[in-house]
C-alpha cells in the first residue's frame, strides 16, 4: 500500500518530531516547530523526486 | 607619504564614533591596530615589497586572528584564544594588510539577529551571518572584510549594506582556522566596495593553481543567462530593478538570453536545507548537550532538527546536489553568468536577518558568485544584482564579468551617512 502525499508528508513530519522528542525531550519538539515543519517540508520535497531518474535529469521547468 | 601609523588614529577615532550606533565591531583595540601599523611602516621601509600594504581588514569573528578571541557569538567561547592566524589571515599579514579586528557574527554565523545595525538605515538588519564584515566596509571603518558563506552569508548583507559581495567557488582558499558550520558549504568570502579591491583580495588568497585576476580587465560585453525561477523569488520591486539593469547591459551590448535550472529552487533550497542541517548537526552534537542554553534560539532549533534527520535523507540530498551540480556544468556552459537578484527584498528589520534562499544556490552548488549594487530603492536602500559564475573554478572569468558589469552601470555606492542622520532626526 502506498502512502497519499498528504499521508507520506504527515508521516515524516511525525518522524522528526519523534526523533527530537526522543533526544531532546517534548519541550524542544514544541519549541523547534517553525523548524520542524521547514526540515519536513524539505524531507518531504527530496522523498518524492525519483534519485535514480535524476542521472537523466532534464530540467523541470519551462521559462 | 604618510606613514600608516601617523594615518591610522584619525581613521580609528571616526570608526569608534560611528560605531556606537552601528555596533559592527566586536573586537577593535587601538593599541593593536597600531603595534601592525608600525611593523607595516618598517617592512615598507625596509623595501618590502607589499602587494596589500595599508589595506584594512575586518575579520569575522568566526575566523581566528592570533591576539584577539574568536567568540562566534556564542558566551563560552568569549575567551577562546587562537593559537595562530586563520590561514586567509595570515596571507593577507604576509600581504601587508593590516587586520583592524573582528567584526560582529551571527551565533555560528547561522542565523540569529545580531547587534549590527545595516549603515544605509539603523533600524534594519545589515542582514547575517556576516553582519559585522558587510556594515564595517559600507560605513567605511575598513576597505576590505573577511567573511564566511553556508547560506547566503556573504552576498546578502553585501547586497543589504550596498557593497560588493563575492563567494567563490568551494574549495577556492583553505578553511583552516575557521570556526566551521556546514563543511561541505562552508566558503570564504570577500566584502568590499569595488570589484577591483575584491579581485585584489582574490589573487592573495586563492590556491596556487587556480587562475589569478591580474589587473581585472574586464570581460565583455558578457553573455548573461536570465534564471526566471530566480527571479520570481524576489519582491516586485527588486525585480524590476534587476530587470532594468539587466536591459541596461543589453544596452551595452551584453547577450542577454534566459535559461532554466535543472531543477526547481524550491527543491533545490530543500536540498540544501536537509545538507546544511545535517552537517550543522554533526559540527555541534556534542556542544548541544553541554552547552544547550548558551545557544540562540535559532541555533539550537537548527541543531536539534537537524541530528534528528534520518541518514538517508542526508545522502539523498548529496545525491540530488550531485547530479545537479554535474547537469548545470552543461545547461550553463555556454554562459559567462547566470543573472538573478542578489536578495529577496531590500534589508528588513531588526528581528530577522532576511532570506537566504537566492543566494544558497550558489553555495549549493559550489559555484562562484557576486552581488554588486545597481542602486537604491525609493527609501534609500541598496538594491543588488548577483551574477552566478558557471563553473566551480570561475572565479577570476567571474570577478572580470563583474567589472564589466560595474564599468557599464556605473553604480558604486558612496558612504552612507543617512541612517546616522535618520536616527538623529527622532
Redesign the interface.
Same mark, same amino acid.
Given at each position: 500500500m502506498s502512502l497519499s502525499s498528504r499521508e507520506e508528508s504527515d508521516s515524516v513530519r511525525w518522524?522528526?518530531v519523534l526523533?527530537?522528542t526522543l533526544?531532546?525531550g517534548e519541550e =524542544?519538539a514544541i519549541?523547534?516547530r517553525?523548524?520542524?515543519e521547514?526540515?519536513s517540508?524539505?524531507?518531504h =520535497?527530496?522523498?518524492r523526486?525519483n534519485?535514480n531518474a535524476?542521472?537523466a535529469?532534464?530540467?523541470?521547468?519551462?521559462? | 607619504m604618510e606613514k600608516l601609523a601617523e594615518r591610522l588614529p584619525a581613521t580609528l577615532k571616526e570608526i569608534h564614533a560611528t560605531d556606537k550606533e552601528i555596533e559592527a565591531w566586536v573586537a577593535l583595540d587601538d593599541d593593536f591596530v597600531l603595534q601592525q601599523a608600525a611593523l607595516i611602516d618598517e617592512r615598507l621601509e625596509s623595501g618590502e615589497a607589499l602587494p596589500l600594504a595599508g589595506v584594512t581588514v575586518g575579520v569575522k569573528d568566526i575566523i581566528d586572528v592570533n591576539g584577539i578571541p574568536t567568540g562566534a557569538g556564542f558566551a563560552p567561547f568569549a575567551e577562546r584564544m587562537p593559537a595562530r592566524d586563520a590561514h586567509a589571515v595570515s596571507l593577507l599579514r604576509r600581504a601587508g594588510a593590516l587586520i583592524l579586528g573582528k567584526t560582529v557574527t551571527t551565533q555560528f554565523a547561522v542565523s540569529d539577529p545580531s547587534k549590527t545595525k545595516n549603515p544605509w538605515d539603523l533600524e534594519r538588519t545589515p542582514g547575517g551571518s556576516s553582519a559585522g564584515s558587510a556594515a564595517a566596509v559600507s560605513a567605511h571603518h575598513a576597505d576590505i572584510a573577511l567573511g564566511t558563506q553556508t547560506g547566503g552569508s556573504v552576498l546578502r548583507p553585501s547586497a543589504y549594506c550596498g557593497i560588493i559581495g563575492f563567494k567563490p567557488g568551494f574549495g577556492w582558499t583553505s578553511t583552516d582556522g575557521i570556526i566551521p558550520y556546514a563543511t561541505s558549504l562552508d566558503t570564504l568570502g570577500i566584502h568590499a566596495r569595488t570589484v577591483a579591491e575584491a579581485a585584489r583580495i582574490y589573487d592573495v588568497l586563492a590556491r596556487p593553481e587556480l587562475p589569478r585576476v591580474g589587473d581585472c580587465t574586464p570581460i565583455g560585453p558578457p553573455r548573461l543567462a536570465v534564471w526566471a525561477d530566480g527571479l520570481a523569488h524576489s519582491t516586485e520591486m527588486m525585480r524590476a530593478a534587476v530587470i532594468d539593469a539587466i536591459e541596461a547591459l543589453a544596452n551595452e551590448s551584453a547577450v542577454i538570453q534566459h535559461t532554466v535550472a535543472p531543477l526547481s529552487f524550491d527543491n533545490l533550497i530543500a536540498a540544501h536545507t536537509i545538507i546544511s542541517r545535517a552537517e550543522g548537526a554533526s559540527t555541534h552534537s556534542d556542544m548541544i548537550f553541554a552547552h544547550p542554553d548558551d545557544y540562540a534560539p535559532g541555533a539550537r532549533s537548527m541543531v536539534e532538527t537537524g541530528m534528528a534527520l534520518p541518514a538517508d535523507v542526508y545522502v539523498r540530498a548529496q545525491q540530488i546536489r550531485d547530479h545537479v551540480r554535474r547537469e548545470a556544468l552543461t545547461l550553463w556552459s555556454s554562459f559567462d553568468a547566470i543573472a538573478i537578484p542578489s536578495s529577496e527584498s531590500v534589508a528588513p528589520d531588526l528581528s530577522t536577518t532576511g532570506n537566504h534562499g537566492l543566494q544558497a544556490i550558489a553555495t549549493l552548488l559550489g559555484l562562484p558568485s557576486i552581488t554588486l549594487p545597481i542602486g537604491f530603492n525609493p527609501e534609500y536602500l541598496p538594491l543588488g544584482i548577483q551574477l552566478i559564475g558557471t563553473h566551480p573554478q570561475a572565479d577570476a572569468h567571474l570577478l572580470r564579468v563583474a567589472r564589466w558589469v560595474e564599468d557599464e552601470l556605473g553604480v558604486v555606492l558612496p558612504r552612507p551617512p543617512h541612517g546616522i542622520q535618520k536616527k538623529k532626526k527622532k
Open positions: 518522524q522528526i526523533r527530537t533526544l531532546f =524542544r519549541a523547534n517553525e523548524e520542524i521547514m526540515v517540508s524539505a524531507i =520535497r527530496l522523498k523526486l534519485v535524476l542521472i535529469l532534464k530540467p523541470e521547468t519551462q521559462p | -
